[in-house]
């Protein structure tokens, strides 16, 4: 099957989230058995990590197929997460 670009689909949890599963590990999607990995976001482009999904719960996903992604667009996630970096860095001017 496929994937519509612009499709909303659910994503259901039904298995526990791995315990070796960090907070800062990406949620990605693996469509069978390919290679392929594709990256959940928030609507924001943040990546969704996986310490702020739980089990039994529905999310709906937008697909983006021409930049492969799931965009979580319905779906309560768990805690505030946006990854390592602190703040933009903002280049200084001499005056």
């Known amino acids: 099957g496929t994937y519509q670009n612009c499709g909303n689909y659910v994503l259901r949890l039904a298995q526990s989230i791995p315990l070796t599963a960090t907070n800062l590990m990406p949620v990605v999607i693996q469509i069978g058995d390919a290679a392929t990995l594709y990256p959940v976001r928030q609507k924001s482009g943040h990546s969704i990590y996986a310490n702020q999904l739980k089990t039994r719960r529905n ?12 965009t979580l667009i319905r779906g309560i996630l768990n805690t505030c997460n946006c990854g390592t970096t602190a703040a933009l860095p903002v280049p ?3 005056a």
């Open 92 to 94: 200084t001017t001499g």
């Open 59 to 70: 999310y709906v996903l937008h697909v983006a197929a021409d930049t492969g992604t799931f």
